[in-house]
């Protein structure tokens, strides 16, 4: 059993703060993760994995800067996913993946409108600052739950995500299986041991 591979979407933003050390930095991610959820939820998509680092540049220009990179990914297997599926006549890859690069153009579209609020709405300047034309994100390769890619043992379809043998499991979109601690997995596509 054998599927095409699916696509999520890393992404990466930048956003300049008064400093590294300020509480404030991991509130402001923490509730702009949230918002970039409720915004692509509707899509059966969700940020499963994000994380966020503050690095202090020094320039010659501008002195010393506080930099916030924002790295995260767009995954289109949310919660109720597997229904939404079952409910199209036609192939769901392709119903998953149109929603995943729907969910990636809304994001982008998200930080494009950031960029204009902040630059023409706002009285007064926030603390923490979008950096224009710092919002790149990138296609990646991933399999569904209970899938994962194995090189050794299907050569001939390298690419393809396959079901996760007995004593392997997948719980998220990672392209590979993970071996249980305990031989309780007895079946393939297993999504947890």
């Not at 956003?15 to 402001?28: A, I, Q, R, Y």
């Not at 959820?37 to 994000?50: A, D, E, G, Q, R």
């Not at 043998?165 to 079946?187: K, L």
Request: charged share 20%; with cysteine.
């Amino acid at each position: 059993a054998y599927r095409e591979v699916d696509r999520a979407f890393q992404m990466y933003v930048c956003f300049s703060t008064m400093s590294c050390k300020v509480k404030t930095n991991g509130l402001f991610f923490k509730k702009l993760i949230k918002i970039l959820n409720s915004t692509i939820f509707h899509l059966t998509c969700h940020i499963p994995k994000s994380s966020y680092k503050c690095h202090s540049i020094r320039t010659p220009k501008n002195g010393l800067q506080h930099e916030l990179f924002f790295n995260f990914q767009v995954n289109p297997f949310a919660p109720g996913w597997e229904e939404v599926c079952h409910k199209v006549p036609y192939d769901c890859e392709d119903v998953t993946n149109q929603k995943a690069q729907q969910a990636a153009e809304r994001i982008g579209k998200f930080f494009h409108q950031l960029r204009h609020v902040l630059k023409y709405e706002l009285h007064a300047v926030p603390t923490i600052q979008y950096v224009d034309k710092n919002f790149s994100m990138t296609s990646i390769n991933s399999c569904r739950p209970g899938f994962g890619k194995n090189y050794h043992t299907h050569q001939n379809c390298a690419s393809c995500c396959m079901v996760c043998g007995p004593g392997t499991y997948s719980p998220n979109n990672e392209v590979s299986c993970q071996t249980c601690a305990r031989a309780q997995a007895r079946m393939y596509g297993a999504k947890s041991c």
